[in-house]
Structures are given as C-alpha cells and as structure tokens.
C-alpha cells in the first residue's frame, strides 16, 4: 500500500501479505505434561526485504490509524535468525497438534537428534475464520540439536 500512498522505498516490489506466525514458548520443564495455558506467544509477520529497520520507524506514525497506542509501543521491527529444525505441515484444528508434534518428536529420535524444548514455532496458512476446522493448515516447527 505505500506507493499509493506517495512512498516507494528502494527494492520495492509488489507482494503478497506473509502469513501471519506465532512463537510459543511456556516455562514448564521438558519431561511435565503439557500445559497449554502456561503457553506465553508473539505473533510476527515477515517483512520482504526492502522493509528495513529505518523504514520501520519512519512509518510506525502511520500504524496509529490502524493500530491502538497502547499496542503501538510494543510493536517491534527484529531479524530473527531460527538454526537448524524439524518442521510439518499440520491439517486439522489447533486442539490436534500434540499429534502432529509426537510424529515429528518420533522422526528426531529415529535420526538421533533432540528437539530443544517446548518452545516452536506455527505458521498459520489458514484463516480460522473462513476455514473449517478440519481443513486448517498449519506448518508447526521446533528447534533441535544434531
């Protein structure tokens, strides 16, 4: 939307809007079972590369149309840097995913590696709001140690 609004930054391109992503991590310890209410999340949209930090800050002013003020403060602009991972591809609702986790803890012990922790990453390819349960997909990523 910026070039309709008089700024083309250098590298502009037109884009498709990334998926919108969560990193979830909770403080409980590895072997305790799983409590989702303990989960703590940022949700994060990738930025093509002409959005850069200098850019960010010129346009934060800009998010205050769409934005409430009190969030405006903690928006942030980061380069995040993820290592190596194990990643799947889930289909079904957010409440299945412990199945789709097992499967890809399953696939690091066959191949002698070990999933870090908890914490992981999920990119949402759906929108819960227009998309059946059942058909939602969800690429769900965690980090590991080979």
């Not at 409980?28 to 800050?57: A, G």
């Not at 942030?76 to 993820?82: H, L």
Request: charged share 30%.
């Amino acid at each position: 939307m910026l070039p309709k609004k008089g700024v083309v930054p250098d590298g502009y391109f037109e884009y498709t809007v990334y998926p919108l992503e969560g990193e979830w991590t909770t403080s409980q310890r590895d072997d305790e079972p799983l409590d989702k209410s303990l989960f703590e999340y940022r949700i994060m949209i990738r930025q093509p590369h002409f959005v850069t930090p200098t850019l960010f800050e010129e346009l934060k002013p800009r998010f205050a149309e769409k934005i409430p003020h009190h969030l405006l403060e903690d928006l942030q602009f980061e380069t995040i840097q993820e290592g190596l991972s194990v990643q799947m591809l889930h289909v079904g609702p957010f409440d299945t995913e412990p199945a789709s986790f097992e499967k890809m803890e399953a696939y690091c012990v066959e191949n002698d590696w070990s999933r870090q922790s908890k914490d992981h990453k999920e990119i949402y390819l759906s929108d819960p709001r227009k998309t059946a349960p059942e058909k939602m997909k969800t690429v769900l990523r965690f980090k590991i140690t080979v």
